[in-house]
Each structure stands twice: as structure tokens, then as C-alpha cells.
């Protein structure tokens, strides 16, 4: 097929590449000239404007940091220049809202959309397991199916246009929640001359396991907070999260309270470190600083 | 070898029979004597008072509801009767000051002690799966390895006398915290119009992914709430959460909110539900009452 990709990032850069990989003809578009120019290496084409990108492409694909990029690139970029049997899928992290205002846009101009947000970090990217949570029609689904199928390894279909956004937005909740339980388990064991590796390893066997322990305990235990995934990045998220609870009426204590946590990892000026570094709020909090 | 074991209820009861099937001589006594016959059945021997089960015993072992009812039966009944040269594992969870007095003034008689609360509930107690965190001396760990493998499969010596209850504390901690970060997310995808199931099955694939939403979500997303783990019991377990934290001078400030949520719980009179009961909260706080 032939794909037009905008924004050729973190995330971007490698989903393009993938994308060649599997067969397509994919045209890549970016702010900045060199991401496009790794995609031109690794096979794809270059477009100096957005609308160069999409104009004969069957399908779109955006990855771009937040809503009102989205709503600026779509709207103001897309929809001029795509094919009316273009299918529009936005893979970025936005408000469910902003979703649904992009996909009756489109719809009243003929054109489907998706809302395909992924999780699984920059690693998942380059390695094609990303999780996508796609909200849209079944039939564009359908549709996508065989792009998506190059990108990652959980794909789910989770409702209607806006449920893909949905779905993120829980995720970076429990992701963020279940950092921070860590965090605390860690000072808490570490404050009590526990052994704090053996004690975690008790509890990751057990019903306390989770996939932080699995996977950053490592890095939690020695302090290393370079990215991987930006405090800055998941507080936008969460900002989301508390938005769609609002909105829906839906009460969410720990939701809050790990927000105003990782807001205020940022506000300490470690907006740029790992989202890990709660542990290190966490430490502060309990006069613990290293 | 020779083993007293008091308190066979919902979790001492299995954990006596396999440590008979271990090819160990158990006798054991409970307030009840349904219990008590019931290990009888299983092998085990029958005493009708704590002296009498605890006085010719290598091993001792206390599985009991809670800290007054350990002080109560280690200091007031078990060290009048024991021999000298015994072994005492209590495996209730209990504060870890209380194991740490016990072990303290057992250690003034020559007797060693270990704390070795466990987790893995009542299936892992039938079938001999627990997760054992233990606290105390490596000499005395080494001691009581063989019995412990009778009886779990995770099985880590974390750190001195108390260590055991501080990991144990820090477990229910991150346990109850995963339930409700689950249970607010299945609230704010359930009002929203999403797949549900779909959702969940995006979250367990990611960071998000967690031990609750593996062995919980099918009984949470039909609201059955029979135990399993009981609020009531998880409520006290937090409430030594928190006491370990503020004794430590650590801030827990996620800890300290699913604490006064389970409290919540508790006081609504859901406190001979399961655990997962959080999400019945969640839904009653955000005006979805079933």
C-alpha cells in the first residue's frame, strides 16, 4: 500500500521503518529534515510538506506529540490533500475528543479514520510489539489490519472513534499508579534494612507481581532514570486520564493522586528523566535524597 | 521431624495436611475442634490445649488472625511449654514490632524464632505454593528450609527478625493498590462505551500488566465479590502498612489512600467480601451503582 507517514520521531521514525520493511511505499514527512532523511535510508520517500506526503497515499498514518498538533495537522494539512478513499489512522496520544472531532471531519468528507495510540516505548517501535488500541468503525479496522499487523503484536479493536484514546489513557493510569506502589515498596523496604531485592523478588511471584517490577526494577534499584519514557511525556498523559474521568463522571483517588505526583516530578525539574523517577520523589518526600 | 502447629483454619489447616504428606509428625490444636479433627483425618495428631501440641516439638509453627492473638499464644502459652532447643516460625502476618518482641524474648530463653507470613491465599496454602517471606537469623532459616519447602515455592530470607512482616506489609500494600488502580480502570472504560475485556486484554499485554488483572479481572468484570481475601483481613494488613511506613518515617502517599479506600470499603459493610470489592467503591463514588 501506499502510506503516508507524519512525524518521524522517537516512535515515528521506527513504525515508518517497519512499514517498508513489511512491503509498503511509505512516504515520510517531519518537522525536522533528518528523521526524514533515516527513513529515505531505509528505503521510504521524502516530502517537504504534509500535503506531499499524503496526496496519493491509501493510507495516512500520524504520530505526533500532542492534541492540538493532531488537530492542526489533520485538519488544517490532511483533509485538503488526501484521497477521498483515503483511510486516516492518528497513532499519537491525544484526547479522546480530539479523536472524535477528527473523525466526523473526515466522515463528513468521505474519509475514515482511526485512533490508534501505542503502547510499548521506543523499543516496541523499532522491534514491531507495540500494543495498539484502535476506536473506529470495524470495517476500517479491517481495513488497517494488514499496516497495524507491521507495527505490532496486541492489536484490539476497543469500540468507537475516541475508545482507542480511551483505553491509552487507563493504561498510562495503571502504568503511572503501579510505578509509584513500587516506589513506595521500595523506600518502605529499603527505610527498614530489609533486602530489598529479595524482598521484591517475593513480591513479583506473588499477586503484588506486576510488569514495573519485571522490567524496571532493575533500573529502579540503581537509580538510573534516563529515558525510556519522559516524566514530561506522561504527564500530558495523565492530564488526559483525569480529563476522560471527568468528563465521564468516573472517580478516580489513585488516578489523582499519582497526577499530582508526577506533576510534581516535573515541577522538581526532572521533567526529562525516566517515569521511574517517582522512586526518586518518593525518596525526597521521605527525606531520603541520595 | 516433630511439629506443634496452632491455628488450623482457612490457611493453617491445608498447610498442617502437607506438611503431614512431607512425611512430618504433626500435632496440631485450634479453638475449634472441627479443625482440629479434620488433621486427624489427615494424618496429623489431635491436643487439646497449645502446651500440649507445642511440648515435644522440633518445629512450632503459629498460623493465627492477628498481632494480640500471636503475643498472646507465643509469650503467654508456647514459651512456658517449649523445649530449649526448639524452632518457633510464626507464619500469621502480624506487625513486624510483634515479631521482633517475640523473637527478643524467645531469644532471652535460648529458643530461635523465624517471622514467615505468606501470600498466595487459600489455593496456594492447598496447594502448597505460598510465597514465604522470612525474617530472622540465617542459621535459623536454614533450619526451618525444609519445612517451609513442604509448604510454598517461593520461599526468600530477606533480612532480620521483622523483615519477613515489612515485605509482607509492603505486599498487601502493592496488592490492594493494583485492585484499585484495575477497578478504576474498568470504571472510567465501562462509562465511556468501551470494550471492556478488549481493553483490559490491551492493558495485561503492556507496562500496565499486572497479577490482578491475570487471576482477578474475569471475577471483577462479573462482580463476584465472594472471598478469596477478605477486606476485613486486608484492611488490617494495611493498617501495619502504614504503621511500618510511619515508624520508618516513609511517605506512602498512594499507600495511605487505597488504606482509607478499603476503609471505605469496610465501613459500607463489604467487609466479608473479597478484596477486589474495591471495585464496587469505585463504582458507588462515581454514581454507577449496580
Known sequence: MRIGFIGLGIMGGPMAANLVKAGHAVTGHNRSRAAVQR???????????????????????????????????????????AQPDALYIDMSTVRPQTSVAVAHTFAARGIRTLDAPVSGGEQGAIDATLSIMVGGSPEAFGRARPVLDALGTTIEHVGPDGA??????????VVAGTIELVAEA?????????????????????????????RRA??????RYEPGFRVDLHHKDLGIGLEVARDAGVVVPLGAVVAQLMAAVRARGDGALDHTALLKLVEALSGRTR
Open 164 to 173: 482507542g484514546q480511551t483505553v491509552k489513557a487507563a493504561n498510562q493510569l
Open 39 to 81: 527513513l529515505v535510508a531505509a528505503g521510504g520517500g521524502a516530502a517537504s510538506t504534509v500535503a506531499d506526503a499524503v496526496r496519493d497515499a491509501d493510507v495516512i498514518i500520524t504520530m505526533l506529540p500532542d492534541s492540538p498538533d493532531v488537530e492542526q495537522v489533520a485538519l488544517g494539512e490532511i483533509l485538503p490533500a
Open 218 to 223: 532493575e533500573s529502579m534499584l540503581a537509580r
Open 186 to 214: 521500595i523506600v518502605l523496604l529499603d527505610a527498614t534494612g530489609v533486602d530489598v531485592e529479595a524482598g521484591l523478588r517475593v513480591l513479583g511471584g506473588g499477586l503484588a507481581g506486576n510488569r514495573i517490577i519485571d
